[in-house]
């Protein structure tokens, strides 16, 4: 079932994925004095509404109002952060950039920071980290998600084939630490993989409507010169913006780009010969990220890499497989001995509520945060983040983190 | 002592076969769920709203009979459908695997006096786990009507009827007292604490219901307050009713059977889908009387997958049917006449002292004997 990528939560959560259209809006608003992160405020009127539904959800017990208003106005709620789809952009063969009016329930975004993205695919609600891509101080309430297809990605895919306008999407607030530094760095360093553009990409463009001009060096790896997201913007923003250099690397297409071959320290001496007094900041693919941690940790520079990343969770498992299971609430954790859940965590001290223990009442439902669980008896696969599941009938597949 | 399973003739691996059978069936369903499923339940809540609404707005004009009546008949609707094919079915599980959170069995909340999770709790796990297994189920009689000859006469049993009748009335009320289990604690089964603790959220929600239902929505229809009062409570009692008449056709109609405990200690889950047969009976009706009852006239395709959307039970109900005959076990379904007729047969007679209950045959007799079964 679902898009077997997760989130590692072990570093600050970070993103995938996407963008569209290029417009000139970056280069619009330089010199704009916004402090990094600002966030939009909400209209009075929308807020008086809101206190107001609240203060009404006594007529409305036990749902709420919200489930009333939402009868005309889906992407409502008075608590949860909803979005319309504005705009839709397909600008690479397997990408999809989609533009997006969340609801007043969101706060804005600081640049680099993901949301986690709720679409319905056959009935069943998905749940995805992505980041953001836009500017995150332009104050115009939108969102930009690139998207990139995976392979296996059940929501990547979908949304490549069927992302249109007008449609309602949910979202979280605005997570993660991995943003633009409140005061401008003497150097800017940002690398990125494939999709992991897309919160080096909101730094960017943040960093150019913020004014910044010390020198930033962007380092970006795609497979091909078509696989390249905001090729065009990016080149754009090379030649015009201050200080900003673009290092192009096309690992499929070997002489096409600035440079060939992945990262190493003879090509980071290339493309950013002052890397070793920039703050850096990465996010792409495993092993681009093993390389960054080992470079800067070699120049004793650890304090200065900042990076995102997500991980696969191996697919298709079955039988019983070693992994750490930890217990969230309880800061627990112990080696999964294979058995369900909910055996485990009793047999590591903790009580859960549970009730029939063989799948049906749905007493021990609890939310898993990471990675994957089998169904003991229809030997399903469910993965985080946010899935409910039953305990009692959930082995873990690998590591998983739930809320117990 | 010879089991219900033996006295079916029933042996251990043919239970096991039972079992395989029904988990493959489930699977086939499972497999099949999709986007249909969310639509017909979302458009049922939409439906739902709307007929709230529309009928909290009618009794504004409730001066004027029809508007009164329209009123008073939406919100029963509303309610009957919000607790039956809504409430009962979300709070199951059927709709967890969407991960909506307004389908969640663990937030979701609905227009009856049982808070949901205590609701959860005694009906998911105590009655669906032990159906009819008597001490077990609570669900037997709810504790106040004596239901079955299995359980010990007093002369307080010639209330019966009464019983029967006030309950119908204050169904919901019945409910949310029935999960604080105050008899359990008389008899020191059951710590006050606890107790006390289901009745506190049980007062806490029901008052906030009757608040809405008996002063807030009168006192917004202004002149109109004691009309709309009684439209609403109308309306509750509607739903009361009904709810009532369709839970005890669900277990206590003639031919579904009882279990003791000893005969389902460490039982298989092939036992415990031929109990789950055997202690419930199926109403049949039209689409709109299965929709009204939450598919709960599905019973036993219920009781069998309590965690697949309601929906399906009608699609499910003829391979159920297959293999009950197949392996000689009665499949107990009748119109809700005769259904109900039974029921109200048993309060009366169980009134009286005596075990005795076949007054009426039991219903369809194998066609098969299961010797001739071939075990999977």
Redesign the interface.
């Known amino acids: 079932m679902g898009d077997p990528s997760t989130r590692r939560r072990a570093v600050p959560p970070g993103t995938r994925g996407k963008r569209a259209r290029l417009t000139r809006d970056s280069r619009v608003r330089y010199g704009s004095l916004m402090p990094v992160g600002v966030v939009p405020s909400r209209p009075l009127a929308s807020r008086v509404l809101r206190r107001a539904l609240r203060v009404a959800d ?2 409305a ?3 709420g109002v919200d ?2 208003v939402e ?1 005309v106005r889906p992407s409502w709620s008075s608590t ?1 952060v909803r979005a319309k789809v504005m705009a839709v952009a397909r600008t690479t063969p397997r990408s999809v950039t989609v533009t997006l009016r969340p609801n007043g329930n969101w706060s804005g975004f600081r640049a680099g920071q993901h949301t986690q993205l709720s679409v ?1 695919i ?6 995805r980290c992505y980041s953001m891509a836009n500017c995150a101080t332009a104050g115009d309430g939108l969102i930009e998600l690139s998207i990139t297809a995976h392979p296996h990605g059940r929501v990547s895919r979908h949304l490549r084939q069927f992302a249109e306008r007008g449609r309602t999407v949910g979202l979280t607030s605005a997570q993660g630490t991995f943003t633009l530094p409140e005061t401008e760095p003497g150097h800017l360093l940002l690398i990125s993989g494939g999709s992991g553009i897309t919160p080096v990409m909101s730094m960017l463009r943040t960093r150019c409507a913020l004014g910044w001009e010390n020198p930033l060096t962007f380092v970006h790896y795609a497979l091909t010169h078509a696989d390249m997201l905001y090729r065009d913007e990016l080149e754009e923003l090379a030649r015009t913006a201050p200080g900003v250099r673009l290092v192009r690397i096309f690992t499929d297409e070997p002489g096409r780009g600035d440079l060939d071959g992945f990262l190493c320290r003879q090509q980071l001496d290339r493309a950013a010969p002052q890397w070793t007094e920039a703050e850096a900041f990465v996010c792409g693919p495993a092993p681009l990220m093993d390389s960054a941690r080992d470079l800067f940790a070699g120049q004793g520079r650890d304090d200065h890499l900042h990076t995102e990343s997500f991980t696969l969770t191996p697919f298709g498992a079955a039988g019983p497989v070693g992994g750490a299971v930890r217990f969230g609430v309880s800061e627990m954790g112990v080696a999964s001995d294979g058995r369900p859940l909910l055996l485990q965590a009793e047999a590591a001290g903790l009580a859960p509520l549970s ?2 223990r ?6 021990c ?1 609890r939310q898993l945060g990471t990675g994957t669980v089998r169904d003991a ?2 030997g ?1 696969l469910t993965t985080g983040p ?3 599941i ?1 305990i009692c009938v959930s082995i873990p597949v690998g590591d998983v983190e739930i809320d117990l | 002592m010879t089991t219900v399973a033996q006295a079916h003739g029933l042996t251990d691996e043919q239970l096991d076969a039972l079992a395989r059978e029904f ?1 493959a069936l ?2 086939e369903v ?1 497999a099949q ?7 017909y339940i979302r458009r049922l809540i ?1 439906i739902q ?2 007929a709230e ?1 529309g009928g909290r707005a009618s009794l504004f004009l409730g001066f004027l009979p029809p508007f009164w009546l329209a009123g008073a008949a939406a919100l029963s609707l509303s309610k009957i459908l919000d607790n039956m094919e809504i409430g009962h079915n979300v709070l ?2 059927q709709y ?7 389908l ?3 937030t979701f ?3 009856s006096s049982c808070p949901a999770k205590g609701w ?2 005694y009906h ?2 105590l009655h ?2 032990f159906t009819n297994i008597t001490e077990k189920d609570r669900d037997l009689g709810y504790g106040v009507i004596r239901i079955s000859g299995e359980s010990e006469w007093s002369p307080a049993n010639l209330g019966n009827p009464l019983y029967a009748l006030g309950l119908a009335l204050i169904f919901d009320w019945g409910i949310m007292l029935h999960d604080v289990d105050l008899g359990h604690v008389r008899k020191g089964k059951k710590p006050w604490a606890e107790a006390k603790r289901s009745l506190k959220n049980g007062l806490r ?1 029901s008052g ?2 009757a ?2 239902d008996y002063v ?2 009168p006192a ?1 229809t202004g002149p109109l307050f004691l009309s709309t009062l009684a439209a609403d409570a109308l309306a509750n009692v509607v739903r009361n009713v009904w709810s009532f008449i369709i839970i005890f056709c669900g277990h206590f109609p003639n031919g579904a059977l009882e279990f003791t405990e000893e005969e389902c200690e460490g039982e298989s ?1 092939g036992h415990w889908y031929f109990r789950q047969i055997l202690g419930s009976a199926n109403i049949s009706g039209n689409r709109l009387f299965h929709i009204m009852s939450g598919n709960l006239s599905y019973q036993i395709e219920h009781h069998l997958f ?2 697949i959307p309601a929906r399906r039970y009608q699609q499910i109900a003829p391979q159920v049917r297959e293999i009950c005959q197949r392996y000689g076990i009665p499949y107990n379904t009748g119109r809700l006449s005769r259904q109900f007729g039974s029921v109200i047969f048993k309060i009366f007679r169980f009134a009286l002292p005596g075990r005795s209950s076949r007054a009426i045959p039991l219903p369809q007799a194998p066609d098969r004997p299961p010797s001739e079964l071939v075990a999977a």
């Open positions: 006594a007529v017990t036990p749902y489930r009333y009868l949860e319905e056959d009935g069943m609600r998905h749940t009730g029939c063989m799948g049906i009442c749905h007493t439902t008896v229809t399903e946010d899935a409910n039953r | 988990e489930r699977a499972a769920l999709g986007a249909d499923d969310v639509a939409r709203r709307w609404v199951h599980g967890d695997w969407t991960k909506d959170p307004a969640s069995s663990t909340e609905w227009d959860q709790h998911n796990f669906h786990t929600k906030k219901l608040f809405r807030m929505w917004l889950k309590p965690d």
